[in-house]
């Protein structure tokens, strides 16, 4: 088991390191959902098998497939791909790197200097899960269901386009 | 089942977000702007399920289910935007997000 956490735990870092560092979107992508995989199967090994389904299935089936339906739209060529190279130059990310790496440094400080005991080892069932979200945070679940209402209808109305009409003699863009 | 230290899994979601951080700084593609958002809510879940299995309490997945919806709507309000944005200044470029316009 614990095995498992670490390949996992170092397939996820890395996979990550490549979503970070492609220029080419859909190749990130991929790269994304072994990311996601991996810390799904990290979730398995802790103990929530429940939540290891729902990140397959809403992280690396819906999100990344909603991504990739926008690329799709918007027809990248090899040109995007040129440009995002041009735009990654080593001065750039040089210093927003080594900043957040002195963050990442001062966070493992904390952790390695907290003495924690170790994790009990027994899962969590997703009845418990269910019986605690529609008990005590029965709120949080409405307020969630209002906020996927929102983004719904706030997709819609963002991602309308204007429709051209053509006339004759004068040229006016309609909503 | 062997027990695995707690900070481990913390350091793990540490790493995670702060790869994440150092991309929404670097990239000027919106759209690995957005990727690199998705991979931050996901460490920040990370920490909240091993907190949540450190205590054997719900609470954890309880709050990795709430932050998992956040990322869905997040996702495709952000996307609708982007399309705007594309089809507005015929760019992906973060800089030129300033003049959308309403």
Avoid: C
């Avoid at chain 1, 299935?57 to 990739?68: D, M, N, R, T």
């Avoid at chain 1, 899960?129 to 008990?135: A, E, I, K, Q, R």
């Avoid at chain 2, 998705?38 to 399920?49: D, H, P, S, T, Y």
């Amino acid at each position: 088991m614990e095995l498992t956490f670490y390949l996992a735990a170092a397939v996820a870092i890395v996979s990550t390191i490549m979503v970070i560092t492609r220029y080419n979107l859909i190749h990130a992508l991929l790269y994304l959902v072994v990311s996601f995989l991996a810390i799904s199967v990290i979730f398995f090994v802790l103990g929530a098998p429940f939540m290891a389904a729902l990140e397959i299935i809403i992280y690396a089936g819906a999100i990344v497939v909603l991504i990739i339906f926008v690329i799709m739209m918007l027809n990248l060529t090899h040109e995007d791909v040129q440009h995002e190279k041009e735009w990654l130059r080593p001065g750039i990310w040089l210093g927003p790197a080594i900043l957040s790496l002195v963050l990442l440094s001062e966070l493992l400080y904390i952790f390695t200097a907290a003495d924690s005991p170790s994790y009990r080892g027994q899962p969590v069932e997703a009845k418990a899960v269910g019986m605690s979200l529609f008990g005590p945070y029965i709120l949080g679940v409405e307020l969630s269901g209002m906020l996927l209402m929102a983004g719904i209808v706030g997709a819609y109305h963002l991602g309308r386009q204007k429709r051209k009409v053509m006339h004759r003699f004068l040229e006016e863009t309609e909503l | 089942m062997n027990p695995i230290p707690m900070e481990h899994g913390l350091v793990l979601a540490g790493i995670l977000f702060m790869l994440g951080l150092i991309s929404v700084l670097i990239r000027r593609n919106i759209i690995f702007m957005l990727v690199s958002v998705e991979i931050m809510l996901n460490a920040a879940g990370l920490a909240f399920i091993v907190a949540g299995a450190r205590w054997a309490q719900p609470e954890g997945q309880v709050m990795f289910i709430f932050i998992i919806t956040m990322a869905a709507a997040e996702v495709s309000v952000g996307l609708a935007l982007i399309l705007q944005l594309y089809h507005q200044l015929k760019t992906l470029d973060s800089d030129a997000a300033n003049q959308m316009h309403g």
